[in-house]
């Protein structure tokens, strides 16, 4: 099978690939003024309609004819246009060229989904941006603390396993499809693990997109794309950078007692000659936090039933690079050791508790070449081999003799093993300045092994993908899309169609539709896992079907700038997204103690948000509001309450740059409205009954200063209003790990103080 589909790849470029001409191209490197990759800049010859766009690594290939060329750097992002006078009669490189940046751009840079990095506003899809700055103004040491306050996402927390999912546009984290460099990251479960398991100091950026994105990305783009991408430090000779910053928790802390949370990191670069590497090494540790008990049997021990768990985090990174010309390519490994530990009450009878660790190693390979044929067609190829394991380890401590045993309880000592091999290809070809071409195969395959995985099963994925995008009228940009999927274990759909508009209403306003159908593939956990424990009974299910979505997305942007003092962009999208299948929970009708995964529910999200981004001067802002709706089958149960439960959103983000003392001041704020959820009894849909999620508040205020010129300190107070628990009207039954009648927040107010040093040269 995936013989037949590189052949056809191969023909399918054979066949474009006789419409190239054999020109004179001449090929460069852009810089910005501070020495890093000046990326999505068009650059074209005077009077010559062909257009090129740097790379993320600032290169470019263009075609020209021979003589004496002028190009021309368009300004749109940056400062002023800037045109470079030669004289070419072969192809040739041309000496690097430094640019100077606009210091706020409204129209980022993106990648994701692109043919070729280009501006934002130029995009077919809605690409929202999480930049650097707000990366070092938040202070977070994870992704999930940057996710946080952005609109539409929420994160839910299993205290139990001592790990946190995402939720985005009322889609549950399995339905998001997490990116790094634009390869899948893999997780063992249903939960979107992988987001707390990457090193932050590695981030550039991140774009994401809402909506399925199956087309381009295939299975878990249901929901949308958060694509993390990695710093490139290729134009440094020497760098070198070091943080460290510490936290409290709650009220607690302790540098050497391991209270609080402790954040350090050291990265090391360099570059020569086309060659460049990056070395970099981070440890987090977060000491655990309880609500503290004034009737503890010994109470010098009753820190260990923590609620919230200790987690200690091992995180190394090497990247290694190389480009020239129209060549580049890179290797990425990603490594991390995780322990999260567990630790029960003690019984006041035998004082004995127990003691659990979950221990969680993962190992990323990544590798990328990119090949510019010439101006107008070029070849990506990428591959990623990850290996993940999870080792829970039970003990029975005995506290009056200082003393442990392993548990023999059923489930307590367990090895579960993961990996996935990951390879996809594609073609770019551009006709004409209107018409551009993709097309692309994708191969991955999935396996584990373990005691409560059934077998050692084998998942093999194959993919067949095009899309084109055609500008017709010279303002409406059509880009139409399918993908044929063949699967080995479960039924996926066989053809995935989508299609996105964008539409230029005038100079500064525009408009993006778009439909698209999603699919989510079975989780190799929820189809050969198996969860049997003293307290739980859950099977995997082998013959699940992959879900599937229909989606509808919408959104208008209007840009102003006035004489480069203020920027003003308004967004307004809406969504509609209606699944067909969906797995859940249920009960094994055979024998009702079991509970199973099954194609069951019927769900629908539907929702809007507002946002409206300000630059004036020294101050910038994002605030808006997000209004987002969710359906599923016990809606149908419940007469008195709407089809749709509705949760509303507020949210500000806010900088203020204090030139004087070379400092800014910086407000991240989100109100999530009361959330309506469901309760039933014993699995009956006749005796659902509607329960609400009480609202939260979440405000962070941070401040960074520079020091010296290479030394920045940063502090400020997480969780102004020192959120921890909130209350839910009743507590809902259909949950498998169990809840109360609470829903654990946070660990409540924290404040933070931090230090970072960067030196490059």
């Known amino acids: 099978m995936m013989s037949k589909i590189i052949y056809i790849f191969c023909i399918l470029i054979t066949c474009i690939e006789a419409f190239a001409q054999d020109d004179i191209y001449i090929n460069g490197n852009l810089l910005t003024t501070a020495g890093t990759p ?5 650059i074209h010859v005077k009077g010559n309609t062909s257009s090129t766009y740097s790379d993320h690594l600032g290169n470019y290939v263009l075609k020209i004819s021979k003589g004496e060329n002028i190009l021309v750097f368009e300004p749109s992002m940056l400062t002023e246009g800037k045109v470079y006078n030669f004289i070419a009669y072969t192809n040739q490189t041309v000496e690097q060229i430094k640019l100077q940046l606009k210091t706020h751009a409204i129209n980022q840079i993106v990648v994701t989904g692109q043919y070729m990095p280009q501006p934002a506003n130029q995009s077919v899809f809605n690409v929202r941006t999480i930049g650097s700055e707000k990366i070092k103004a938040q202070a977070a040491t994870n992704i999930l603390q940057l996710l946080n306050t952005e609109p539409g996402f929420s994160l839910s927390n299993d205290l139990t396993l001592g790990t946190s999912d995402i939720e985005l546009m009322g889609m549950s984290g399995r339905n998001v499809k997490i990116l790094v460099d634009g390869i899948p990251m893999f997780d063992r479960s249903d939960t ?50 070091a943080s460290i910053q510490e936290e409290t928790v709650g009220k607690e802390y302790d540098f050497l007692n391991r209270k609080g949370i402790h954040h350090k990191n050291i990265t ?7 060659f460049y590497t990056n070395v970099s090494v981070t440890a987090n540790q977060f000491g655990g936090w309880n609500t503290p008990s004034k009737t503890a049997l010994i109470p010098e021990v009753n820190a260990l039933g923590t609620i919230w768990k200790p987690k200690d985090q091992y995180l190394g990174n090497l990247k290694l690079g190389y480009q020239k010309g129209r060549f580049n390519s890179s290797y990425n490994l990603l490594a991390m050791q995780e322990d999260i530990n567990t630790r029960t009450g003690i019984n006041p009878t035998t004082y004995l508790g127990k003691i659990q660790t979950y221990r969680t190693h ?16 070029s070849i990506q190829m990428m591959t990623g081999l990850t290996k993940l394991s999870r080792k829970t380890t ?10 442990s045993n392993l548990s023999q309880e059923a489930g307590e000592q367990d090895l579960a093993t993961f990996a996935s091999i990951f390879f996809r290809s594609t073609y770019q070809h551009v006709f004409t300045k209107l018409l551009s071409l993709q097309t692309g195969i994708e191969y991955t395959r999935e396996n584990g092994n373990g005691a409560r995985i059934k077998g050692a099963p084998i998942i093999n994925d194959y993919a067949v993908f095009v899309s084109t995008e055609y500008k017709t009228f010279s303002f409406i940009t059509w880009r139409p899309g399918i993908r044929y999927i063949h699967n080995s274990v479960y039924k996926a759909p066989a053809i995935m169609p989508a299609i996105n508009t964008k539409v230029d209403l005038l100079p500064n306003l525009d408009l993006r539709v778009s439909y698209a159908k999603g699919y989510r593939a079975p989780a190799l956990r929820e189809l050969f896992f198996d969860f049997i424990d003293a307290n739980h009974s859950i099977l995997g299910n082998e013959n699940l079907k992959a879900e599937t979505s229909n989606s509808w997305n919408m959104a208008v942007t209007w840009n102003k700038s006035e004489n480069n003092l203020l920027k003003n962009k308004l967004i307004f999208s809406s969504f509609y997204n209606v699944f067909n299948d969906r797995i859940d929970y249920g009960i094994d009708e055979s024998n009702p103690t079991i509970t199973t995964l099954l194609n069951i529910d019927k769900y629908k999200t539907a929702g809007f948000t507002l946002s409206n981004e300000i630059y004036y001067k020294d101050f910038q802002t994002k605030l808006g509001t997000t209004y987002i709706g969710r359906y599923n089958q016990l809606s149908e149960s419940i007469n008195e309450i709407s089809t749709f439960s509705w949760t509303a959103e507020v949210f500000v983000d806010a900088t203020y740059y204090i030139k004087k003392w070379n400092a ?15 309760q039933i009894e014993n699995n009956d849909l006749n005796t659902a009954t509607i329960v609400h999620i009480d609202p939260l508040t979440w405000t962070d205020l941070l401040f960074n200063k520079k020091i010296i010129e290479n030394l920045t300190l940063n502090l400020g107070v997480k969780n102004l209003f020192n959120i921890t628990n909130i209350n839910r009207s009743a507590a809902t039954s259909d949950d498998p790990h169990g809840s109360t009648s609470t829903v654990n927040a946070s660990y409540g107010r924290s404040f933070v103080i931090g230090i970072k040093y960067n030196w490059t040269k």
């Open 664 to 678: 800014s001041a910086n407000l991240f704020f989100k109100y999530s409205g009361k959330r309506p959820s469901y």
């Open 38 to 42: 000046a990326t999505g800049i068009q």
């Open 268 to 274: 090391a670069n360099w570059g020569n000659k086309g």
């Open 394 to 403: 039970t003990l029975i401590h005995d506290y009056n003799k200082n003393q």
């Open 192 to 241: 979107r693990e992988s987001l707390s398991q990457i090193d932050i100091n590695l981030v550039e950026r991140i774009e994401i997109i809402e909506g399925p994105m199956s087309v381009i990305y295939g299975s878990d783009a249901l929901a949308g794309v958060i694509n993390i991408i990695t710093k490139k430090r290729k134009s440094l000779k020497y760098g070198i950078q």
């Open 362 to 377: 993962r190992l990323n390979h990544q590798w990328q070449g990119d090949f510019k044929i010439n101006s107008i067609s």
